[in-house]
């Protein structure tokens, strides 16, 4: 299958979400970038279509659980 890339960028409303989700992303088995802003965090996911999708579902798991 094809690599492709696909760019989210997650809303986060304090520091300490942004904290949490940085530190979960780095738990994940994946090829990915995270950069934080204030407000933001820009995620960059490399990989096939179902693992992209995947991971698009763990990272809303992610944001949804606090």
Known sequence: MART???????????AQMLD?????????????????PGMV???LHGTGEEIKELKQ???DFTKAK
């Open 5 to 15: 890339k696909r760019v989210l960028n997650v809303p986060v409303k304090d520091t």
């Open 21 to 37: 989700l940085m530190k979960r992303l780095g738990t994940l088995a994946a090829d990915l970038e995270a950069v934080s802003r």
């Open 42 to 44: 820009r995620i960059v």
């Open 58 to 60: 763990k990272i809303k």
